[in-house]
């Protein structure tokens, strides 16, 4: 069963319906997806509201987990503490922050102001992570990702690495902007793999790091 913690629908810049993403996503072997529009304050209500109803509507009727959350993305770096927590009070169950991947280049700093607020919950893509920020992510929790996207996926390498040493949880997710982008069955086993991540590392993204993630969200 795959869990996905991290999707985009046509809403932004993807090219499904949320509705539709969720439905392929439950063909292609899901138990869970989060929806994770790009907001900032131009569209965060709306998508809260929008995405929201979808997921309400999928979790009524089908055997699937479908998360509202969103991924601040491009926000100026000291605005995100404040952001994040106005979109968990709108609904958002959970908060990614568009980290500093080398294929975008989004203010410095952002990695750093992600992993210190206690309302974002996933730093995804990081780019050139650093021990400073992995650090900041174990003390409040947050998740870092291992992505599946073309171009952010680059410095997966250097994320694992750092990460490791620091004790961060990892998460494997796909980033995806189109049905065509949702894991295949084995194939986050082999991102992980890819980056150097040792099988028993995998492992316990997939027996533990789900729960305590989870947990973190109340969910
Ligand atoms: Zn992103
Ligand atoms: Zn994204």
Same mark, same amino acid.
């Given at each position: 069963?795959?869990?996905?913690?991290?999707?985009?629908?046509?809403?932004?810049?993807?090219?499904?319906?949320?509705?539709?993403?969720?439905?392929?996503?439950?063909?292609?072997?899901?138990?869970?997806?989060?929806?994770?529009?790009?907001?900032?304050?131009?569209?965060?209500?709306?998508?809260?509201?929008?995405?929201?109803?979808?997921?309400?509507?999928?979790?009524?009727?089908?055997?699937?987990?479908?998360?509202?959350g969103v991924?601040?993305?491009n926000?100026?770096?000291?605005?995100?503490?404040?952001?994040?927590?106005?979109?968990?009070?709108?609904?958002?169950?959970?908060?990614?922050?568009?980290?500093?991947?080398?294929?975008?280049?989004?203010?410095?700093?952002?990695?750093?102001?992600?992993?210190?607020?206690?309302?974002?919950?996933? /730093?995804?893509? &990081? !780019? =050139?992570?650093?021990?400073?920020?992995?650090?900041?992510?174990? %003390?409040?929790?947050?998740?870092? @990702? #291992?992505?599946?996207r073309?171009?952010?996926?680059?410095?997966?390498?250097?994320?694992?690495?750092?990460?490791?040493?620091?004790?961060?949880?990892?998460?494997?997710?796909?980033?995806?902007?189109s049905?065509?982008? /949702?894991?295949? &069955? !084995? =194939?986050?086993?082999?991102?992980?793999?890819?980056?150097?991540? %040792?099988?028993?590392?995998?492992? @316990? #993204?997939?027996?533990?790091?789900?729960?305590?993630?989870?947990?973190?969200?109340?969910?």
């Open positions: 069963m795959i869990y996905d913690f991290h999707t985009h629908t046509y809403l932004t810049d993807g090219s499904n319906s949320p509705i539709e993403l969720i439905r392929i996503a439950i063909v292609s072997g899901y138990k869970c997806i989060a929806i994770t529009d790009h907001v900032s304050y131009s569209n965060l209500d709306f998508i809260i509201s929008r995405v929201g109803k979808d997921c309400q509507l999928a979790k009524k009727y089908w055997d699937i987990d479908a998360i509202l991924e601040l993305t926000v100026p770096a000291k605005s995100i503490n404040d952001m994040a927590r106005d979109a968990k009070e709108l609904g958002a169950k959970l908060v990614v922050v568009h980290g500093e991947s080398i294929v975008e280049d989004v203010e410095p700093g952002t990695n750093l102001e992600a992993v210190k607020s206690e309302y974002v919950d996933i /730093l995804a893509h &990081p !780019g =050139i992570f650093t021990s400073k920020e992995a650090e900041f992510a174990v %003390k409040n929790g947050i998740f870092i @990702e #291992i992505s599946y073309v171009g952010h996926s680059l410095t997966n390498g250097v994320v694992a690495n750092i990460g490791r040493e620091a004790g961060v949880r990892f998460l494997i997710d796909s980033d995806a902007h049905h065509l982008d /949702l894991f295949r &069955p !084995g =194939i986050q086993e082999k991102v992980g793999l890819g980056c150097g991540l %040792k099988k028993d590392e995998i492992k @316990e #993204i997939f027996e533990k790091n789900y729960k305590l993630f989870f947990k973190r969200i109340n969910y």
